[in-house]
């Protein structure tokens, strides 16, 4: 079942440092963008995952998420509900720890096989708005290594 409690989602986001960011747009007007300058002013470490880019907000970008060298905490899914499912199981097969099905994003099955694999799972949410509704402040009071624009 995945995780829909305050406690649950506090929890996960305490817990991880390392975040695939799969469909990242460097379209500033995208939510993809803001939720990713979010989350690195919070001190994640944000990968973001786009076959079509080299670079988002000075951070490398990687075309899938098997090309991924190093651990993932979280896969953070701005895709279709019908590419969520595919994604889950590529989460599954790089051994992160979850997969946040972003605000609008329902994939039952694939949110089913993950849960299966030991993942933990968020559905139909932004960590940028439960975030400040947590009133969970930022994980690392220095800013995070960007290059300089």
Same mark, same amino acid.
């Given at each position: 079942m995945p995780i829909n409690s305050d406690d649950g989602i506090r929890e996960l986001l305490a817990n991880t440092k390392t975040i695939a960011l799969v469909g990242a747009s460097p379209n500033p007007d995208r939510?993809?963008?803001?939720?990713?300058?979010?989350? &690195?002013?919070?001190?994640?470490?944000?990968?973001?995952?786009?076959?079509n880019e080299k670079e988002i907000l000075g951070q490398k970008v990687y075309p899938s998420l098997k090309d991924i060298q190093e651990p993932v905490d979280m896969v953070d899914v701005f895709r279709t509900a019908d590419a969520a499912g595919p994604l889950c199981d590529e989460a599954i097969a790089i051994g992160a720890?979850? /997969?946040? &099905?972003? &605000? =609008?994003?329902?994939?039952?099955? =694939?949110?089913?096989?993950?849960?299966?694999a030991g993942l933990k799972v /968020? *559905?139909?949410?932004?960590?940028?708005?439960? *975030?400040?509704?947590? =009133?969970? =402040?930022? &994980?690392?009071?220095?800013k995070p290594k960007r290059a300089p624009k």
């Open positions: 939510a993809s963008h803001a939720v990713m300058h979010y989350m &690195l002013d919070r001190g994640y470490h944000v990968i973001p995952v786009n076959p720890k979850s /997969v946040w &099905l972003q &605000l =609008g994003v329902i994939n039952e099955e =694939g949110a089913k096989r993950a849960e299966a /968020v *559905m139909d949410r932004c960590p940028a708005i439960d *975030m400040p509704r947590l =009133g969970m =402040g930022p &994980l690392n009071p220095h």
